[in-house]
């Protein structure tokens, strides 16, 4: 039998799992909004009337419209160490690891091109590739680290500066496949092209000398 003391206990509990699975409904609105309009186009009013909310309940769960570009990067993060883990831990050596990484990045975007387009712009716009640290450059730097310690990598080699090059090329990537047609978008793999351009990263753009170089 629950004693009385347990009962406040309860009650917050339960307040707290139905606050929780309002602010999810009013996140998922807002992800479906800005997949068909853009995260520009979209305003607080529309997201709060999608969630069968009021306006002002929205800052209830959210303290400004910016806030939400916060919680998808947090949930891309998530999303991308989940399916990532098993490839590290299988220690299969950085370059396999590099590109498993970037497998999984391109895949979270073509998954949702178009909720991947708007976000990215919003992201870009509110500043934040400037204001943010690197998480992704953390998580190439150290796939970079665990291939220099087991000897993949030149010893004098920098594993930070690497994981932000890798970093750039990845947006880089991104942001020229965001810019295309929708129609276009659909019909270039966004995977492949990052593929591509690691295999540039790695293997460099000059032609190994022959046996007679040019004069």
């Known amino acids: 039998m629950r004693r009385p003391s347990d009962a406040p206990t309860a009650v917050t ?17 807002a992800k479906t909004l800005f997949g068909r309009k853009g995260y520009a186009d979209t305003s607080v009013a529309e997201i709060a009337e999608h969630a069968d909310i009021a306006r002002g309940t929205f800052f209830n769960y959210f303290p400004r419209k910016d806030a ?45 091109p178009e909720l991947s387009v708007a976000m990215l712009t919003a992201w870009v716009q509110a500043g934040r590739p400037l204001e943010e ?19 993949e990598v030149p010893a004098a080699a920098d594993a930070g500066r690497v994981g932000e090059l890798v970093r ?14 929708p129609a276009d978008r659909r019909r270039h793999s966004l995977g492949a092209e990052l593929q591509q351009a690691l295999d540039l990263l790695i293997h460099g753009i000059a032609a190994p000398p022959g046996p007679n170089p040019p004069r």
């Open 13 to 29: 509990s339960r307040r707290a799992r139905n606050k929780e699975r309002a602010r999810e409904r009013v996140y998922t609105s």
């Open 68 to 112: 939400l570009i916060s919680v998808w990067a947090e949930e891309r993060r998530t999303e991308l160490m989940r399916r990532l883990s098993p490839q590290l831990q299988r220690g299969s050596g950085v370059v396999a690891d590099l590109r498993a990484c970037l497998a999984v990045l391109g895949a979270l975007n073509e998954e949702e």
């Open 168 to 181: 750039d090329l990845y947006l880089g990537t991104l942001y020229r496949w965001s810019r295309e047609d």
């Open 133 to 151: 640290e690197s998480y992704l450059g953390a998580i190439f730097a150290d796939i970079v680290e665990a291939g220099r310690t087991r000897g």
